[in-house]
C-alpha cells in the first residue's frame, strides 16, 4: 500500500469515495478549490494503482488543523485503512507544530465516533442541521 499526496487526476475516484462514504452529495471542484491550501493535508491511500481511501483537511491556524473527510472504500472498511490514513495526517500535523485537530461526525454514525474515539477525540459540541438531510454532527476535538 502506498500513501501519497492527492494529484488532480485522481478527483474522480476521490469523489466517487466521498459520495459512497459519507452520504453527501458534493461538488468536485470542492476538492480542488480546498486542496491549494494545505495539499500536504489531503493524502490518498493507493493499493496496485486504486485509490482505497483519502483524507482531507485544512489549517484553521498556526496551532489549529481541521479534518473535512476522511473516507474508506465500503468494501475497504475494518482493515485498518482509516487509522493509516489517520496516522498520516497527524504526522503532516506534527510537522507543521499542529496541536489541536478537530472534525465533525453524524450523530448517527456509531461506527465513525468510536473509530475517533478510540484515536483520542472526545465530543466536545453538537453542531444542529450541519449536514444537507439536516442531521446534526458531533464537534469532536483533540489536543495532542
Not at 459519507?22 to 461538488?27: A, D
Not at 483537511?57 to 488543523?65: E, F, H, P
Amino acid at each position: 500500500m502506498l500513501i501519497r499526496q492527492f494529484r488532480p487526476n485522481d478527483l474522480q475516484r476521490v469523489y466517487e469515495l466521498a459520495c459512497a462514504s459519507l452520504s453527501e452529495n458534493y461538488n468536485p471542484t470542492l476538492f480542488i478549490d480546498l486542496y491549494v491550501y494545505w495539499p500536504e493535508g489531503f493524502v490518498v491511500l493507493e493499493h496496485e494503482g486504486r485509490i482505497l481511501g483519502f483524507v482531507f483537511g485544512v489549517l484553521l491556524s498556526r496551532t489549529d488543523a481541521r479534518i473535512l473527510m476522511l473516507a474508506v472504500d465500503p468494501q475497504m472498511r475494518g482493515r485498518g485503512l482509516g487509522t493509516i490514513l489517520y496516522r498520516d495526517f497527524r504526522r503532516e500535523c506534527g510537522l507543521k507544530s499542529i496541536s489541536h485537530i478537530t472534525l465533525e461526525v453524524r450523530v448517527s454514525n456509531t461506527v465513525a465516533i468510536h473509530f475517533y474515539e478510540k484515536l483520542g477525540f472526545q465530543i466536545t459540541g453538537r453542531v444542529p442541521r450541519y449536514y444537507s438531510n439536516g442531521e446534526d454532527a458531533f464537534r469532536m476535538d483533540l489536543h495532542t
